[in-house]
């Protein structure tokens, strides 16, 4: 089959690369001539200097040239393309509402050159991308405003998580598609030929709207299953003594019907997706009428989770913020990613500097960078430049009054050494996502300790 790719960031580029390994010959499509000229290269650093996945490089050099070609002009490729899959940004604007701008002008794009092809065999135009329900109708009234001839619009959302965006392409949990009628249906069959009839893929086919459904409903729920152990299962275990938080996850989740992921307790979820998209529902519901109670306890349960282990350390811990010095541990909103969207280290910080901290010390093995984009703007707020940056914990920590772990990197869960080692107590241990599993002996040795799903532990002195 013949594809057209239309936006090559994080969801775009994986599916692209998979799709040519499964032999079909694709044309990954970007406006952006830097991008496409970076990825052209086939090298590791210029490729990943967008879009970093396990297993991208490797499955881009070899399909490239053969199945997979980059280019940022489709206009001699159009004739003969089976589908067209749109994966390009949807970001959220400030009412909560999504900006489909990027989509709709990529939308206009296609349909000027699906107007003017020669061949009028079926073409299929699929989005990938989250986007408010009702939106695969809006691609076809762009269409139709074009007088496209012989077009079909279908919904097939992606559920990638990221840092498993190739692996998730190659074996998704389930292949959604949303289309109007059997001959679109069958197109698309076509393209995930290897899904269909799967023993362990879920293919499912439904309405458009459907398919937009599920890939809200979706992102909200595992964001109110995170949320629900954050604000209510570690809530418990911080509360009333003697309660092991990691026993109470093994006895709640061993019941079939519940899920271990998302029972991870931690200082708040981040990411691109979930805040996003839970935004935009409660936006999408409200403009249609109805209450969303439900959606905006859980979007204010995982903002407040951001900044809570900080009022717990003023008021639980009697710690003073104010003219102190905190090192400040993991930047990204997950492991294995520089991405700093939604992270709870940007509230972290905020919260910090409000709070008249003297200077962060801050450190990251991939996000560095990613922040100080985000908090080097001195004209706007000063403050940021009591941040720096450090190439280890041990570094950050050293000369601190407190330390505040905010990202799940592995490498902090030797962090109880490192701090005996740096620094002296009185010293306070904010632990925002259970990585220091010998907390006791740092306790003992007169290390004062918070963690989120625990009560706050006094260093014996
Ligand atoms: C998420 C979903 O997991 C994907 O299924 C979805 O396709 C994607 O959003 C999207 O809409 O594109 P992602 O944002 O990459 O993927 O990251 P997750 O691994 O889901 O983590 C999100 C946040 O939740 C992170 O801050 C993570 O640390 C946190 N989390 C995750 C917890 O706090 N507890 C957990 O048990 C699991």
């Not at 490729?77 to 999504?98: A, I």
């Not at 701008?101 to 991308?129: C, I, P």
Request: with cysteine; charged share 25%.
């Amino acid at each position: 089959m013949k594809i057209i790719v239309v936006g090559t960031g994080f969801v775009g580029l994986p599916h692209a690369a998979v799709m040519a390994e499964y032999g079909h010959e694709v044309y990954a499509y970007d406006i952006d001539a830097t991008r496409v000229a970076a990825y052209k290269t086939g090298e590791a650093e210029e490729i990943e200097r967008y879009v970093n996945e396990p297993g991208l490089v490797s499955a881009i050099q070899e399909t490239m040239g053969r199945y997979l070609f980059f280019t940022s002009d489709i206009t001699d490729v159009v004739e003969g393309t089976d589908v067209f899959f749109f994966c390009l940004n949807t970001p959220p604007k400030r009412d909560g509402s999504t900006d489909l701008s990027y989509y709709t002008n990529a939308g206009h794009t296609v349909a000027k050159l699906l107007a003017e092809r020669k061949d009028k065999k079926r073409v299929v135009l699929v989005n990938k991308s989250t986007v408010p329900v009702g939106t695969a109708r809006l691609l076809q009234n762009i269409m139709n405003e074009h007088n496209v001839e012989n077009f079909g619009v279908a919904s097939n959302p992606e559920f990638l998580a990221q840092g498993n965006a190739v692996d998730g392409s190659r074996k998704p949990d389930r292949v959604v598609v949303g289309a109007d009628t059997e001959e679109d249906f069958q197109i698309i069959r076509r393209i995930y030929a290897q899904f269909v009839n799967h023993v362990r893929i879920r293919y499912l086919e439904t309405t458009p709207e459907t398919s937009e459904s599920i890939k809200y409903v979706a992102n909200n729920l595992l964001l109110t299953y995170i949320s629900f152990w954050n604000g209510v299962g570690a809530r418990i275990a911080e509360t009333f003594p003697n309660i092991r938080m990691e026993d109470l996850k093994i006895g709640v989740t061993s019941d079939s019907r519940i899920s271990t992921w998302g029972s991870y307790v931690s200082n708040g979820a981040g990411g691109s997706c979930f805040g996003k998209d839970i935004q935009s529902m409660i936006y999408q519901l409200n403009q249609a009428g109805r209450r969303t109670d439900l959606l905006q306890a859980v979007y204010n349960i995982n903002e407040y989770q951001k900044v809570y282990l900080i009022d717990r350390a003023i008021h639980e811990a009697g710690f003073n913020f104010n003219q102190k010095t905190v090192a400040l541990l993991g930047l990204a909103f997950k492991k294995r990613t520089n991405d700093m969207r939604d992270s709870a280290a940007l509230k972290v910080v905020e919260a910090l500097l409000a709070k008249g901290v003297t200077s962060i010390r801050a450190y990251d093995p991939l996000a560095a960078d990613a922040a100080q984009s985000y908090w080097f703007n001195p004209e706007k707020n000063h403050l940021f430049e009591r941040i720096t940056y450090f190439n280890s914990a041990k570094e950050a920590i050293s000369g601190s009054d407190a330390v505040y772990v905010s990202t799940d990197w592995e490498e902090f869960r030797g962090l109880s050494h490192t701090i005996d080692t740096t620094v002296q107590p009185p010293y306070l241990v904010i632990d925002g996502r259970r990585m220091i599993p010998d907390a006791q002996t740092l306790v003992d040795r007169g290390y004062d300790f918070l963690p989120v799903g625990g009560m706050f532990m006094k260093g014996k002195r």
